[in-house]
């Protein structure tokens, strides 16, 4: 059964988003286990960055300018005050799932709770004994304008943080 939260950020966009996309993170170490002796040390670091940037995903932006888009998207709608994002996180038990299970589960949940209406990057976290994504999503809808306001009753109201258990179980 996983485990989620979510906060409000205020200030600057870039460290949260660099925070999670960090390839120290997201890199899974497993990969080198997976044996290339042959390659040059050139091209393992290639393929470790390939391989790193599998646990980061975006919905209605790259992740790799995702800052730039969620910073026009204010722009636009001329809310660029206040929280700037909110980030989240969600935290499997070890051994639950695979990280390409989580990483799968965190773009879905992502998607069913903000992808018709935000920008979001998901990055799962595997650097630790235990895999979790994170989820930094822009404060304000890049469709419509309107903020989103993560409180009690919105958290409530949408329900899609309970279908991880259901994601979990399908495994």
Known sequence: MATTAIWPIRGRLD???AYIK???KTYNP???QRGFPALSSLMQCAMKQAAAQYSVSGIRC???SAREAMSLTKRRFQKEGGIVLFHGYQSFKPGEVTPEQAHAIGVELANRLWGDRFEVV???HLNTGVL???FVLNSVSCVDGKRFYANKAT???QQGWHFVDEL????
């Open 15 to 17: 460290r949260a988003i």
């Open 22 to 24: 960090d390839q120290e």
């Open 30 to 32: 497993a990969w080198e």
């Open 62 to 64: 790259d992740p790799q």
């Open 122 to 124: 998901i990055a799962t």
């Open 132 to 134: 979790h994504n994170h």
């Open 155 to 157: 958290y409530i109201a």
């Open 168 to 171: 979990s179980e399908k495994g």
